[in-house]
Antibody
Framework: EVQLVESGGGLVQPGGSLRLSCAAS????????MHWVRQVPGKGLVWVSR????????GHADSVKGRFTISRDNAKNTLYLQMNSLRAEDTAVYYC???????????WGQGTLVTVSS | QSALTQPPSASGSPGQSVTISCTGT?????????VSWYQQRPGKAPKLMIY???RRPSGVPDRFSGSKSGNTASLTVSGLQAEDEADYYC??????????FGTGTKVTVL
């Protein structure tokens, strides 16, 4: 069974840092491109980042470019999102997702809540 | 990277059809056939309903169909059922490993 389990969320002060993790199981993680998507509770989905299988192709939304970095460890079947210089507007539930077909994410984690507040 | 534009709401009676539009630009929807649609029920993760404009993943009913013309993509739900009531989001590739989601549409089954 395909599973994606996010962790690392929590309360952090503005300007602080967090690293989110997404543990993958039930499939060959190294074969799939992966995404981070965020959602403020009650609001819409916002794409954050995407990484290809070997980190040679990476994209970040303009709103997080220079502050967030997506990475992966294929040996540990884990996706990461390093978030620095956090702002109140980064407060959201962060989902990791597997891209199974071009542009289509077929499996999503349950999400981890990041709250940026003093 | 502006969000794709969707109508905030759409509705229909059981058995009817509803169509949701998703308007982007020539740099995203208009330039790539990598438009996807997601269904999200309250408190749940999104579910992929359509990818590559009109392809359905295994298990998605054929009542769901997608199309694209120019900078606008569309999702049509035919034969509406109560279980189709949810939020729907489009997504498009925007080049250089970037993606963009739509603003979301709440579908109500009357």
């Amino acid at each position: 069974e395909v599973q994606l389990v996010e962790s690392g969320g929590g309360l952090v002060q503005p300007g602080g840092s967090l690293r989110l993790s997404c543990a993958a199981s039930g499939f060959t993680f190294s074969n799939y491109w992966m995404h981070w998507v965020r959602q403020v509770p009650g609001k819409g989905l916002v794409w954050v980042s995407r990484v290809n299988t070997d980190e040679s192709g990476i994209g970040h939304a303009d709103s997080v470019k220079g502050r967030f970095t997506i990475s992966r460890d294929n040996a540990k079947n884990t996706l990461y999102l390093q978030m620095n210089s956090l702002r109140a507007e980064d407060t959201a539930v962060y989902y990791c997702a597997r891209e199974a077909v071009p542009g289509g994410n077929d499996y999503w984690g349950q999400g981890t809540l990041v709250t940026v507040s003093s | 990277q502006s969000a794709l534009t969707q109508p905030p709401s759409a509705s229909g009676s059981p058995g009817q059809s509803v169509t949701i539009s998703c308007t982007g630009t020539s740099s995203d929807v208009g330039d790539y056939n990598y438009v996807s649609w997601y269904q999200q029920r309250p408190g749940k993760a999104p579910k992929l309903m359509i990818y590559e404009v009109s392809r359905r993943p295994s298990g998605v009913p054929d009542r769901f169909s997608g199309s694209k013309s120019g900078n606008t993509a569309s999702l049509t739900v035919s034969g509406l059922q109560a279980e189709d009531e949810a939020d729907y989001y489009c997504s498009s590739y925007a080049g250089s490993n970037n993606f963009v989601f739509g603003t979301g549409t709440k579908v109500t089954v009357l």
